[in-house]
């Protein structure tokens, strides 16, 4: 009996871990992580830190992170091990499922946008190239590529314009660009880390009105 007691124990012990090991990251820890748009294909998050905190154990399925500042974070795993990444403002990276502690260990502030993505992904053919728009690869994963894009100031897509995949459009600086999705009123200023979600097959338009080169982020999602 006694010894049945102690199994049943390290059994309870090891479900809470994975549990805690488990967690949302919204849940598990809303200071850092807010949603800022979620439907069937992505949910799309803010990352905020400021230089020394740290979150709790919590985990991320298959994701691209967008840096919005430079900054160093560690990540510390399950098992106890950890390991430093610098982030450059304007990149990106891909990280799969896992889970981790993160925590600001340099002097700046962590300030980030995190493209989670759901379901079991698509087959769409990804563009090498778009007319009045050029693609520079950041990163690449099973799901999606994230590309730093420069919107000439001629760039525009007419009014239905369609693709056969999903883009998540971040933007990184302030600036004009006026877009109209389904028909809906058009978004035409940006702040640094605002975001749009355009949904494959979905009417769309849109156009350079900065009167010069427009940087953003898109993550393709195939």
């Known amino acids: 009996m006694k010894l049945f007691k102690t199994s049943l124990a390290v059994v ?66 399950p098992d106890g091990k950890s390991e430093d990444s610098e982030l450059a403002a304007g990149s990106a990276m891909y990280s799969p499922s896992r889970s981790h502690n993160p925590a600001n260990v340099g002097t700046a502030k962590v300030d980030a946008i995190l493209v989670e993505f759901k379901g079991a992904g698509g087959h769409a053919a990804l563009p090498a190239s778009r007319p009045g728009m050029t693609l520079k690869a950041l990163a690449e994963g099973p799901r999606a590529v994230a590309y730093r894009s420069t919107a000439a100031p001629t760039f525009a897509e007419p009014a239905g314009s369609k693709h056969d995949f999903d883009q998540v459009v971040i933007a990184l600086d302030p600036t004009s660009m006026s877009l109209s999705i389904d028909g809906k009123p058009a978004k035409t200023t940006w702040a640094r880390g605002d975001v749009q979600f355009i949904g494959r097959g979905t009417p769309h338009e849109a156009k350079n009105t900065a009167g010069k080169p427009v940087d953003m982020v898109i993550v393709a999602i195939k």
Not at 32 to 43: D, F, I, M, P, W
Not at 53 to 68: F, G
Request: no cysteine.
């Open 12 to 77: 309870s012990v090891l479900a809470w871990s994975g549990a805690v090991f488990a967690q949302d990251a919204v849940k598990a820890d809303p200071k850092h992580y807010s949603v800022v748009l979620e439907n069937a294909s992505v949910r799309v998050l803010k990352i905020n830190y400021a230089p020394g905190e740290k979150s709790v154990m919590h985990e991320h399925p298959d994701a691209i992170v967008i840096p919005l500042t430079s900054s160093k974070v560690r990540f510390t795993m």
